[in-house]
């Protein structure tokens, strides 16, 4: 069954605490991204990466940090300089730029 | 920063009932895509229009695209309750990076059957 996986559905974060988002696909896609969606909001790109070992900051990059090892996973960290982190974090990939998204089904994060 | 800005931000209509939704942009694009969105849940990519083109149908979805207005239209014809949903557009730049995709705030489709 190919797509995109992401886990866990809900997070919840402490003060002061990094926590990790994991995104994991098996669509053979070079790119992946990573978007933030607050109620009623659009998406805003939070960092995408075209190819492994390589990735480029988005439009809201304060207080998150990615890798890409591997070519099948993407994940996110939201670490403890992100002051707002609430929010449902997407994560996508592509063939290829500017052709369509593959979502994966959302990560909730909360904070305690 | 928000390139789409969807029109309008809710919309309720009865089902089998047409449904138009608007797009408008303020910079140039290689193409705009249109995403449906089920509450909680991951977007679905529906339908890619690229610049050079004015109107693309898939099944019941029809997407108009004008680029001298800066502006695109979805519509959803004979519509069905599953069709309840948020209606994000999405531009790619042209002349920026292909992988800088912005999307607009939706538009909130309920069908009421």
């Known amino acids: 069954d190919g797509g995109i996986t992401q886990s866990p559905k809900y997070l919840f974060r402490k003060e002061g605490q990094n926590v990790t988002l994991s995104c994991e696909q098996n669509l053979n896609h070079d790119a992946m991204y990573w978007y933030r969606q607050d109620p009623g909001q659009g998406l805003r790109l939070i960092y995408y990466?075209?190819?492994?070992?390589?990735?480029q900051k988005g439009d809201i990059a304060e207080g998150y940090s990615v890798s890409r090892e591997k070519k099948e996973s993407f994940p996110l960290t939201v670490t403890s300089a992100q002051k707002n982190p609430t929010a449902f974090y997407l994560c996508?990939?592509?063939?290829?730029?500017?052709?369509?998204?593959?979502f994966g089904s959302g990560t909730q994060l909360s904070v305690l | 920063s928000q390139q789409g800005e969807e029109d309008p931000q809710a919309l309720s209509i009865q089902e089998g009932e047409n449904a138009t939704m608007n797009c408008s942009y303020k910079?140039?694009?290689?193409?705009l895509q249109w995403y449906r969105q089920n509450s909680g849940r991951g977007l679905v990519h529906l339908i890619l229009?690229?610049?050079?083109?004015r109107e693309k149908h898939s099944g019941r979805l029809r997407v108009t695209l004008d680029t001298s207005k800066k502006s695109s239209s979805l519509l959803i014809t004979a519509s069905r309750a599953a069709d309840t949903a948020s209606y994000f557009c999405a531009t790619v730049p042209s002349g920026g990076s292909n992988y800088k995709l912005t999307f607009g705030k939706g538009t909130l489709l309920t069908v009421n059957p």
């Open positions: 996508a990939s592509s063939l290829q730029g500017g052709e369509k998204l593959f």
């Open positions: 910079t140039s694009i290689n193409n």
């Open positions: 229009i690229r610049s050079n083109e």
């Open positions: 990466s075209q190819i492994v070992n390589d990735f």
